[in-house]
């Protein structure tokens, strides 16, 4: 059987969520971690964005209107990635978020990657991270990608924000 390969410049586009209440997810998703509005339908629905793109994330309430949390071991999203372009970003979204009292679920150094996770105000899961260059991504002696999940120094991430 042949198998259709995904172009290699294909790329995520956006993810849209049901949310329970969209002042709540708007407070959240662009008070505290900084997307932009982009468009508003009423009460219902909205488009925000990461420097002016028509939307990244769509948020509406159209089936979830008061609704409470799913489950966390029902099927459906684990979580939105949010890739920063920099660990200096990385490190001040978590001042930020921090500063905010807003609780974190995790932290994680990946090896490609570090990771800050924390869940939305609807227990969506959201994932805050940074790719490290390719060159520096752990591999075995077969060229072959070794991840890694493994304890990230927050103190060391912070640290990028004095220089």
């Known amino acids: 059987m042949d198998f259709y390969q995904i172009p290699s410049e294909t790329r995520i586009g956006h993810v849209h969520l049901k949310v329970s209440n ?19 339908f ?3 629905a909205a488009f925000i964005s990461a420097g002016g793109y028509h939307h990244h994330i769509g948020l509406n309430t159209w089936e979830s209107l008061g609704s409470p949390p799913a ?38 150094d990946h090896g490609v990657s570090e990771a800050l996770y924390l869940d939305d ?6 994932e805050l ?14 060229g072959e990608l070794t991840m890694y999940t493994r304890a990230l120094d927050l103190n060391d991430l912070l640290a990028t924000l004095n220089h």
Request: net charge neutral; glycine share 10%.
């Open 22 to 40: 969209l002042e709540k997810a708007l407070d959240f998703y662009c008070g505290i971690l900084g997307l932009e509005l982009m468009q508003k």
């Open 42 to 44: 009423g009460k219902q």
């Open 71 to 108: 489950p966390k071991h029902y099927p459906g999203l684990f979580h939105t990635a949010i890739l920063y372009p920099t660990r200096k970003d990385l490190a001040q979204i978590f001042k930020k978020v921090h500063e905010h009292g807003y609780p974190f679920t995790g932290y994680a």
């Open 121 to 126: 105000p609807d227990g969506n899961g959201v």
């Open 129 to 142: 991270y940074w790719d490290r260059p390719r060159n520096e991504w752990p591999t075995d002696e077969n």
